[in-house]
């Protein structure tokens, strides 16, 4: 293999971790790589411009389903991009509702602190709408897994 890299030096170029790498290649991100006679991984430009592709959409909140499906469309660069058109309208959608919640829970948040008396806890507004949520005028519909 030409020009064979190692999972440290493609890890650097990629900017991400070992331990990503590996994981990607454990749940079929990243092909299995070739091997040295040593049993070392060895990697070429084109892990690194996927591990990119990953990262790059990792950080536009595609989740990991997602991304296998826009690899396996770039894997087949004659078909229609109407595929990865309708993914990317899809997370488009879901980014627009977490702004809506998030838009929501930054006025509830606004609206406890403006409230504050600057007391005791004992007369403390946020703990007070925090211990009750009939207290809460917006239904932001934040569950603790959307963070």
Known sequence: MASALTIGRVAAAAACKVQTIRYYEQIGLLPRPARSAGNQRLYGRTDIDRLNFIRHA???????????????????????????????????VQVAARLKRLRALKRELERMVEQCRRGEIADCRVIEVLSDHAHCRSDHGARPSEG
């Open 58 to 92: 990792r950080a536009l909140g595609f989740a990991l389903d997602a991304i296998r499906d826009l690899l396996s469309l770039a894997d087949r660069p004659d078909q229609s991009c109407a595929a990865a058109d309708a993914i990317a309208r899809t997370q488009l």
